[in-house]
């Protein structure tokens, strides 16, 4: 009993424009998780691999929690900030898209 979707006839409903929605909204979320996992992977890296250069004193801290303590909450921010501007920028682009994909097929 299994029924097949409607059809649709605007261009918003076509598989074209759904995978072209989602391949650039997949490469938006893995460019900002992997700025994420940047910082989360390469933070114990460095002080494992360079642990003079993390114990530096920078402003009363050492580099290690200078980052970790001070700088991460804003990198996480920034790329926050970065994926919901870019995300609305993609939306605005999509209405865009389908809007002009609609009138040709008028």
Same mark, same amino acid.
């Given at each position: 009993?299994? $029924?097949?979707?409607p059809?649709h006839?605007?261009?918003?409903h076509?598989? @074209? =424009?759904?995978?072209?929605?989602? +391949?650039? $909204?997949? +490469?938006?979320? &893995?460019?900002?998780?992997? !700025?994420?996992?940047?910082?989360? #992977?390469?933070?114990?890296?460095? *002080?494992?691999?360079a642990?003079a =250069?993390? /114990? $530096? %004193? &920078?402003?009363? =801290?050492?580099?290690?929690?200078?980052?970790?303590?001070v700088?991460? =909450?804003?990198?996480?921010? #920034?790329? !926050? %900030? #970065?994926?919901?501007?870019?995300?609305?920028a993609?939306? *605005?682009? @999509?209405? %865009?898209? /389908?809007? @002009?994909? *609609? +009138? %040709? +097929?008028?």
């Amino acid at each position: 009993m299994s $029924q097949s979707p409607p059809k649709h006839d605007d261009f918003i409903h076509s598989e @074209e =424009f759904l995978h072209g929605l989602m +391949k650039r $909204q997949l +490469k938006l979320s &893995v460019t900002c998780a992997a !700025a994420f996992l940047f910082l989360l #992977i390469g933070l114990p890296l460095l *002080n494992y691999l360079a642990p003079a =250069f993390m /114990a $530096q %004193r &920078v402003g009363g =801290f050492t580099l290690t929690w200078l980052i970790l303590g001070v700088l991460f =909450f804003p990198y996480v921010w #920034i790329i !926050a %900030r #970065i994926f919901i501007t870019r995300s609305m920028a993609l939306e *605005n682009d @999509e209405v %865009r898209v /389908a809007a @002009e994909g *609609n +009138k %040709r +097929k008028s």
